[in-house]
């Protein structure tokens, strides 16, 4: 539960930090990704979740 709660604390930090410090270029990725066709956006999506477990695993295993 901890690495949850860790993970989940990193990721409202760094969104946090967008919001926070670069909200205009925060409205022109809105209006790219827009422009972005509905299976290419399923695509970057599924990118970044496989990218996002092999760093997990990739941590894990170096036992970080």
Same mark, same amino acid.
């Given at each position: 539960m901890g690495?949850?709660?860790l &993970?989940?604390?990193l990721v409202l930090v760094?969104?946090?930090l +967008?919001?926070?410090l670069a909200p205009s270029r925060l409205d022109e990725l809105v209006e790219m990704m827009?422009?972005?066709s509905r299976?290419?956006?399923r695509v970057? &999506?599924?990118a970044a979740v496989a990218l996002g477990v092999m760093? +997990?695993?990739l941590g894990r295993a170096l036992g970080v």
């Open positions: 690495w949850i709660a &993970g989940l604390g760094i969104e946090g +967008v919001f926070a827009a422009s972005i299976d290419q956006r970057i &999506g599924l760093l +997990v695993w």
